[in-house]
């Protein structure tokens, strides 16, 4: 089993800065991909950024340079620093984590953006 604890989200103002942490715990594989996916209402879940144990980094489209993610493999953690956040960008962020075919969830935290 395995448990994500997501911290961070919360408000701001569009343009403005927001860091979102999550650190995984229990059975983790040697291998595998952490990340965050959005979800806005009424739409569907999508990719943020995501990172492999090799370094691997896949971001959403919509990122555009404003995102980064990076890991902290001692403490199986990932961070996502958001930048010049638009009212777009308002949604739930869901950490992930992925392993021999296996995909767990975090609770999500919302990020909501004004303009």
């Known amino acids: 089993q395995v448990q994500l604890v997501e911290s961070g989200g919360g408000s701001v103002e569009a343009g403005g800065s927001m860091r979102l942490s999550c650190q995984a715990s229990g059975d983790i594989y040697s291998i595998h991909v952490m990340g965050w996916y959005r979800q806005a209402p009424q739409k569907q879940r999508e990719l943020v950024a995501v990172i492999s144990t090799a370094e691997n980094i896949n971001y959403g489209g919509f990122v555009q340079g404003r995102f980064t993610i990076s890991r902290a493999d001692a403490k199986y953690t990932v961070n996502l620093q958001m930048n010049n956040l638009q009212p777009d960008d308002t949604a739930v962020y869901y950490c992930?984590?992925?392993?021999?075919?296996?995909?767990?969830w975090g609770p999500g935290t919302q990020v909501t953006v004004s303009s």
């Open positions: 992930t984590i992925i392993q021999q075919r296996n995909n767990f």
